[in-house]
């Protein structure tokens, strides 16, 4: 089983539909990152969570420390929020992130 | 957040020869560097993490005489892929971090470099 579970793995929705990302992990962590990769590759932060929630734009992450569990919502999703979407925990005592398989999001017009 | 730069964006070479990439933070001191390959449909696979002024420290599985990595600045990381085989053919990501930094958990990708080894 992998340290960092997301679900779905594969989410087609309809413009303006609400967007929900899962992600459970097995082991402690100082953080949880939320990653977006385009197509193109590169890939962007979107947020770092060790607690409670954030916030920006459409985008909301949250993430329950004791259920080990962070979701990554999107309200009123648009086609260029197409993308694959990534969490990624930073282990306690350790540098570097064990990383969930992604999710490959795609939103049609 | 702090921007990381990699050079070249692409690239293309023949067997058997060596390619360099880049990995510049580029208005932070990163002290640590990671270097990651990902090939397609897949996540990202960590190859080594690497600390300013220190040698690498290699993921298992990974050569590190044929992934040469070399971390001799707090702005630059470089990876050296020696004597490229098509296998090697993947798309290679670094990230910093500084952890001394205001971003103290916070690791900033850089765009990748596709190589491709004919």
């Known amino acids: 089983k992998n340290e960092v579970e997301q679900s779905p793995q594969n989410l087609t929705a309809q413009e303006g539909e609400f967007i929900t990302i899962n992600c459970s992990y097995s082991?402690?962590?100082?953080?949880l990152h939320w990653l977006q990769q385009h197509p193109g590759g590169g890939i962007v932060s979107l947020f770092m969570l060790s607690s409670g929630k954030k916030k920006h734009g459409r985008l909301i992450a949250t993430i329950n420390i004791q259920e080990k569990h962070s979701s990554l919502h999107i309200t009123a999703s648009h086609p260029r929020d197409s993308a694959v979407y990534i969490c990624?925990?930073?282990?306690?005592?350790?540098?570097?992130?064990?990383f969930g398989q992604g999710t490959r999001l795609t939103i049609n017009p | 957040g702090a921007v990381v730069s990699q050079h070249p964006s692409w690239v293309i070479c023949k067997s058997g020869t060596s390619v360099k990439i880049e990995c510049r933070s580029l208005d932070f001191q990163a002290t640590t560097m990671f270097w990651y390959r990902q090939f397609p449909k897949q996540s990202l696979m960590l190859m080594a993490t690497s600390n300013e002024g220190s040698k690498a420290t290699y993921e298992q599985g990974v050569e590190k005489d044929k992934f040469l990595i070399n971390h001799a600045s707090l702005t630059l990381s470089t990876l050296t892929v020696t004597s490229a085989h098509p296998e090697d053919s993947s798309f290679y990501i670094c990230?910093?971090?500084?952890?001394?930094?205001?971003?103290?958990?916070?690791?900033?990708f850089g765009p990748g470099t596709r190589l491709t080894v004919l």
């Open positions: 082991v402690g962590i100082s953080a």
């Open positions: 990624a925990v930073l282990v306690q005592g350790a540098q570097k992130l064990v």
């Open positions: 990230s910093a971090r500084d952890p001394g930094g205001p971003f103290y958990n916070e690791q900033f």
